[in-house]
């Protein structure tokens, strides 16, 4: 009886001690996952700190970089007389990008400077000024513009808002030549010559810089009933195209700052940073109409009006002959396209896993709780980087397509 009771007691310590020690082991099991899930977030902390420093660090060497080339500019157009000068002396550009570069010189506040050519050496230059200016303001420019320029300048334009608001033709700059040869005053003769704005020249819209707008064909005796229904054709279809072009570059910019605007508003954002994303998206076609292939555009709306056959066939073989081919254009929409598609993709992972994620707003950097979670942040985040640097090229691509084929002037 003895034994037995011993047996039992022996058995008993025994449990018990089997017991606490399998409790003790899982202490410690969960004891060290929970330093390795400190050890993780205390890394991932860490390596996202660095991350930032090596960020403000590159800013900063860009800001002083910016500086010393600022500086470098400035000390060059210094020695060189000053901008318009310097445009002026500048051995690599043509007669279009001379004009450019002093029309920028002499009115810095202007939003576009268009220049157009036509047989070689007669060109037309069109300032879109950001807000309105005086006539005094205006000749005191058209001065500026003629002086240097009275060799190839047939028409000086001034635009605000879309509307013509003063203008010189070669005729006015002349007359302007041949009183400053006289030793008169020129300023205020330009300001004699510039027409005030009236209804008629608020109502004349100039087209967009880029893409080439279409041209209205010389009219024939065949086309006069045409005339109006073309002419207003060629002026939505600009109007078109300026308002795309705009609205292109504002999507563009808006999904660049995905990333940033999660950074800033955290998971309250996503579901309208969504939104912006795919209502860029789905405006690509009707922005693609205009930008990639607007002599298609311009045949689909000649042909809804009605226009004249002949009108119409010279009209759009015009267009396409002067706009830039449409491959590069095609390749860059369809790139935009699939770049939005991975930040739908990014953006419907964030918002899967909002749980697991916060921002820190005074740094515009996202706080991960979740070690796992970062790993498929960086993951998505990757392929949204890769995917932007190939829009971008793509971008450049069409752009430098545009500038190799638009017909230039021979230097002088």
């Not at 000390?75 to 990008?97: F, N, T, Y």
């Not at 600009?238 to 563009?252: M, R």
């Amino acid at each position: 009886m003895t034994t037995l009771r011993t047996f039992l007691v022996c058995l008993v310590l025994f449990g018990c001690f089997g017991a606490g020690w399998i409790r003790w082991d899982a202490r410690m099991d969960e004891r060290d996952a929970q330093a390795r899930r400190t050890f993780a977030l205390e890394n991932e902390r860490q390596a996202m700190d660095l991350a930032v420093k090596r960020a403000e660090h590159t800013q900063f060497l860009e800001r002083q970089q910016s500086l010393r080339e600022q500086e470098s500019k400035a000390r060059r157009l210094e020695q060189l007389g000053g901008a318009v000068s310097a445009a002026l002396k500048d051995p690599d550009a043509g007669i279009a990008e001379t004009i450019e570069a002093v029309a920028r010189a002499v009115v810095p506040n202007a939003e576009q400077v268009v220049v157009r050519v036509d047989r070689f050496v007669e060109f037309q230059l069109t300032l879109e000024l950001a807000g309105p200016a005086s006539q005094a303001q205006l000749a005191a420019w058209s001065r500026d513009l003629i002086l240097p320029l009275s060799r190839y300048l047939h028409a000086v334009r001034f635009v605000t808002a879309g509307a013509v608001v003063g203008q010189l033709d070669r005729p006015a700059i002349e007359e302007v030549l041949r009183v400053q040869e006289g030793g008169g005053d020129i300023l205020a003769l330009v300001l004699q010559l510039l027409p005030p704005p009236t209804e008629s020249s608020a109502t004349a819209r100039v087209p967009s810089a880029a893409p080439a707008a279409p041209t209205v064909a010389p009219r024939t005796p065949s086309q006069e009933a045409e005339s109006e229904p073309a002419i207003r054709v060629n002026r939505e279809l600009a109007e078109a195209v300026q308002a795309h072009s705009k609205e292109f570059a504002e999507g563009l910019r808006d999904i660049y700052d995905t990333v940033d605007r999660l950074g800033r508003e955290g998971p309250a954002g996503v579901n309208s940073t969504r939104e912006t994303v795919q209502r860029f998206r789905e405006r690509l076609p009707m922005i693609r109409a205009s930008l990639v292939d607007p002599a298609s555009e311009l045949d689909r709306r000649l042909t809804e009006a009605g226009v004249d056959e002949v009108y119409r066939r010279a009209a759009v073989r015009t267009l396409r002959r002067d706009s830039p081919s449409t491959r590069d254009g095609e390749r860059m929409i369809a790139q935009v396209r699939k770049y939005c598609d991975v930040l739908l993709h990014f953006l419907d992972t964030m918002d899967k896993h909002r749980a697991g994620w916060t921002v820190l707003p005074e740094l515009r950097r996202i706080q991960f709780l979740d070690s796992e979670l970062f790993e498929v942040y960086r993951e998505v985040a990757s392929v949204c980087e890769r995917e932007q640097k190939e829009t971008q090229a793509a971008i450049v691509r069409w752009q430098a397509g545009m500038k190799a084929e638009v017909p230039r002037a021979p230097s002088p």
